[in-house]
């Protein structure tokens, strides 16, 4: 059971728009920056936005990143097949148990 | 260029003991907190712990306190993750990672599969 919650599988057709939501507490999303990591197959999970809404140099503005209250949400548009991958949230949560905390991770099919 | 190269894959018996390693280069290893992050088979991700090289001063999950030791030697830029007796459920995919306020640079991972 993931302190975050992501929804397991989202899929949408080459060229249009998916969003994959990631809902915590107080204690981790209402409070921290938000950060999203893609996992393509076979390989490490990489940092696709971090400060809830920031890019890192390289990653394409076709991906987008915001956060309301305790629940963050990526926006990826333009699909294309190169997108398939497993993308996670994570944040820090502030709770007596303090770490770093991910959600269950979505796979995302480009059909 | 920052780069985190971690050992390659390990066979290990259960009862075995085992440290694996992750080396830095391209930026001020002092600077940054190493993570590691498991991985097992088919699942999402789990944060292990971190340690801060600087002084080696750590911070561990609960779910893995007591189970795995996290260790620095900033004099060779490298992090290390230990264990004093794996078991056949330490089987997994670890990765270490810079800490920014995000993970923004991973190693490639190292494969650790405990089998009798």
């Known amino acids: 059971q993931s302190v975050l919650t992501q929804p397991p599988s989202v899929s949408a057709a080459p060229g249009q728009k998916v969003t994959i939501s990631c809902s915590g507490s107080s204690s981790n999303i209402g409070n921290n920056y938000v950060s999203w990591y893609q996992q393509l197959p076979g390989t490490a999970p990489k940092l696709l936005i971090y400060?809830?809404?920031k890019r890192p140099s390289g990653i394409p503005d076709r991906f987008s990143g915001s956060k309301s209250g305790t629940s963050a949400t990526l926006g990826i548009t333009g699909l294309q097949t190169g997108d398939e991958a497993d993308y996670y949230c994570?944040?820090?949560?502030?709770?007596?148990?303090?770490?770093?905390?991910f959600g269950g991770g979505t796979k995302l099919t480009v059909l | 260029e920052v780069q985190l190269v971690q050992s390659g894959a390990e066979v290990k018996k259960p009862g075995e003991s085992l440290r694996i390693s992750c080396k830095g280069s391209g930026y001020s290893f002092t600077s940054y907190w190493i993570s590691w992050v498991r991985q097992m088979p088919g699942k999402g991700l789990e944060w292990m712990g971190r340690?801060?090289?600087?002084?080696?001063?750590?911070n561990y999950s609960p779910s893995f306190q007591g189970h795995v030791t996290i260790s620095a030697d900033k004099s060779i830029s490298t992090a290390y993750l230990q264990w004093s007796s794996l078991k056949a459920s330490d089987t997994a995919m670890y990765y270490c990672?810079?800490?920014?306020?995000?993970?923004?640079?991973w190693g490639q991972g190292t494969l650790v599969t405990v089998s009798s």
């Open positions: 400060d809830n809404n």
């Open positions: 340690i801060d090289p600087s002084d080696s001063y750590t």
């Open positions: 994570g944040t820090w949560d502030s709770s007596l148990t303090a770490g770093e905390v």
């Open positions: 990672a810079r800490y920014a306020l995000n993970l923004d640079y």
